[in-house]
């Protein structure tokens, strides 16, 4: 049983820089891929990052490859999503996930309660 608590999110301005966080509960944290998804209003869930249970391999949707990056501490239990954007992203909620090394949101087994990330103008 993982369990995952995210943080970080707040009101950016466009074009701003965040780095979220996600920490894990149980011990075995570092035998998941782990996973970053978000959901616009409106909008479906969306895939964003994923990092293999060691951090050696990382993924990313086209729509932030480059901008962002996806890391892992396995001593802390941590993932993190440093966002860098050269553009303005739309307001979320960001998604911590646990699970396989996958896009696909039914490839992941847990599920933090998600972090909104407001973007202005």
């Known amino acids: 049983q993982v369990q995952l608590v995210e943080s970080g999110g707040g009101l950016v301005q466009a074009g701003g820089s965040l780095r979220l966080s996600c920490a894990a509960s149980?011990?075995?944290?570092?035998?998941?891929?782990m996973g970053w998804f978000r959901q616009a209003p409106g909008k479906e869930r969306e895939f964003v990052a994923a990092i293999s249970w060691s951090g050696g391999s990382t993924y990313y949707a086209d729509s932030v490859k480059g901008r962002f990056t996806i890391s892992r501490d396995n001593a802390k239990n941590t993932v993190y999503l440093q966002m860098n954007s050269r553009k303005p992203e739309g307001t979320a909620v960001y998604y911590c996930?646990?699970?396989?090394?996958?896009?696909?949101?039914?490839?992941?087994?847990?599920w933090g309660k998600g972090t909104l990330v407001t973007v202005s103008s």
């Open positions: 996930a646990a699970g396989t090394m996958t896009e696909e949101a039914y490839g992941m087994d847990y």
């Open positions: 149980g011990r075995t944290f570092s035998s998941y891929a």
